[in-house]
């Protein structure tokens, strides 16, 4: 017996038509929709646990199936968290898989350990053009400009500049990131609400300037790696840019291509 799509209704998929969008979409893409705006909404927050395939599916009114297939691909996206035994999770960046995803500079022996930083500054200001643009502010809008130092093993690797939208991250200060003692995105999770879904980013080799190699302990001009990065939150909204400057001495930067 075919799946019948869910009922109208405040929970229920808008039809094709009404948005002038594709002709067809599948049912689980429609599931997975309304999922992610729950998300969005915060009705389930980083590290609850979400209702069963069970509930879900009386709820939307489809097939466990159809939500199974929802919840699968919103895992895959690291959205939710499968628990054997336990059920599904909304994912946070509190959790050492997650916040390392967005981390990908491995030692060369392999073996990873407590990360170090260290606020040099945290400050609010009219964004300038380039970041405006990343973010889709308008010109003179506030940002908040962050720059910090990583430490490995008690050494300077990765120097950030950062630039956040400033509507979302009022009252950030170089206290806060420095009190805060687990990574940076769920600090922005937990108290701003802001949660980073993806990011772009490009990479490229470039030579130390001055002031960076002062704070990296390299000569001016040793070769670093620049990772330019766009994150993005719910609705594929900009909300960070930053780059960063790699040393790579006796690090390499890590990506898995599917």
Same mark, same amino acid.
């Given at each position: 017996?075919?799946?019948?799509p869910p009922t109208p209704g405040p929970d229920a +998929? /808008?039809?094709? &038509?009404? =948005?002038?969008g594709p002709a067809f979409s599948p049912l689980y893409q429609q599931i997975k929709a309304l999922i992610t705006r729950s998300l969005q909404s915060g009705e389930w927050k980083p590290g609850e646990a979400i209702p069963s395939e069970v509930?879900?599916?009386?709820r939307y009114r489809v097939s466990q199936g159809t939500v199974r297939k929802a919840i699968d691909e919103l %895992? %895959? $996206?690291?959205?939710? /968290?499968r628990r054997q035994g336990k059920g599904t999770f909304v994912a946070t960046h509190a959790e050492e898989k997650i916040q390392y995803r967005f981390l990908r500079l491995t030692p060369? #022996?392999?073996?990873? &350990?407590?990360?170090?930083? *260290?606020?040099?500054?945290?400050?609010?200001?009219?964004? +300038?053009? $380039? /970041?405006a643009r990343a973010l889709d502010l308008k010109a003179g809008d506030a940002a908040v400009q962050i720059r910090r130092l990583l430490y490995f093993r008690a050494r300077p690797v990765v120097l950030d500049d950062i630039w956040l939208?400033?509507? !979302?991250? *009022? &009252? !950030? =200060?170089a206290e806060r990131l420095t009190d805060y003692r687990g990574p940076m995105y769920a600090l922005f999770e937990q108290e701003f609400g802001v949660r980073m879904i993806r990011a772009e980013e490009k990479l490229r080799a470039v030579g130390? #300037? %001055? +002031?960076a190699a002062e704070l990296l302990q390299v000569a001016p001009g040793y070769p670093l790696l620049s990772v $330019?990065?766009?994150?993005y939150t719910y609705g594929d909204k900009p909300v960070e840019f930053r780059r960063g400057l790699y040393n790579t001495a006796s690090h390499f930067y890590r990506n898995e291509l599917q």
């Open positions: 017996m075919a799946t019948q +998929p /808008v039809s094709s &038509g009404e =948005t002038g509930d879900l599916a009386a %895992a %895959a $996206e690291n959205l939710l /968290v060369d #022996d392999g073996v990873t &350990g407590p990360i170090e930083r *260290k606020v040099i500054e945290c400050r609010r200001q009219r964004a +300038p053009s $380039e /970041v939208h400033g509507t !979302l991250f *009022k &009252g !950030l =200060t130390a #300037d %001055a +002031p $330019e990065r766009l994150s």
